[in-house]
T-cell receptor, first 113, second 115 residues
Framework: AQSVAQPEDQVNVAEGNPLTVKCTYS??????LFWYVQYPNRGLQFLLK??????LVKGSYGFEAEFNKSQTSFHLKKPSALVSDSALYFC???????????FGSGTRLSIRP | DTGVSQDPRHKITKRGQNVTFRCDPI?????LYWYRQTLGQGPEFLTY????????KSRLLSDRFSAERPKGSFSTLEIQRTEQGDSAMYLC?????????????FGSGTRLTVV
């Protein structure tokens, strides 16, 4: 089945430290991968995407993600966390331009001052 | 264009009542999606339109749910005979026919509480 998994419900990081939020996807053709962020009582905001090309993609707010085909992963990273990065993060996948986006269950990122 | 608009932002209804939500997508986007998100979970796909055609419906969309996009612009999602299990955030998103290069633009959602 086409799906994406976020193995961590919560990630806690001290401000200024690097952060990683994990995501793996099921293998089915060539996936298009996305990260979205959700702040309380808000809709989802697009952060970044991987379609093809360089495995390291850069997105909004200093975030980046690395596509690893052999490990079927697309982990979200940031070199230095900010308290304002605290939010709910969703990894998502679609398998063609015509298909819907499928979301993971989300990871709550908490950055302590 | 200010993005995807959803109305109302919040809706409280009694069990058994009907409710209708509206979504106005970005004007040049011809694809429109509805998702449902319960607390602590990721959004679950409900249905999507390309222009006025409803191209896919999830098995989550029971017979009590119906969605329309009559002129290929705004869309409505109606839930008949609401149940407490329908309580959730209903998210609308839109995208262009640019294909795989783009994710979606989401609205802020309509939070439904069934009491």
């Amino acid at each position: 089945a086409q799906s994406v998994a976020q193995p961590e419900d919560q990630v806690n990081v001290a401000e200024g430290n690097p952060l990683t939020v994990k995501c793996t996807y099921s293998v089915s053709g060539n996936p298009y991968l996305f990260w979205y962020v959700q702040y309380p009582n808000r809709g989802l905001q697009f952060l970044l995407k991987y379609i093809t090309g360089d495995n390291l993609v850069k997105g909004s707010y200093g975030f980046e993600a690395e596509f690893n085909k052999s490990q079927t992963s697309f982990h979200l990273k940031k070199p230095s966390a900010l308290v304002s990065d605290s939010a709910l993060y969703f990894c998502a996948v679609r398998y063609s331009s015509a298909s819907k986006i499928i979301f993971g269950s989300g990871t709550r990122l908490s950055i302590r001052p | 264009d200010t993005g995807v608009s959803q109305d109302p932002r919040h809706k409280i209804t009694k069990r058994g009542q009907n409710v209708t939500f509206r979504c106005d997508p970005i004007s040049e986007h011809n694809r429109l999606y509805w998702y449902r998100q319960t607390l602590g979970q990721g959004p679950e796909f409900l249905t999507y339109f390309q222009n006025e055609a409803q191209l896919e419906k999830s098995r989550l969309l029971s017979d009590r749910f119906s969605a329309e996009r009559p002129k290929g612009s705004f869309s409505t999602l109606e839930i008949q005979r609401t149940e407490q299990g329908d309580s959730a955030m209903y998210l609308c998103a839109s995208s262009g026919l640019g294909g795989a290069d783009y994710g979606y633009t989401f609205g802020s959602g309509t939070r439904l509480t069934v009491v």
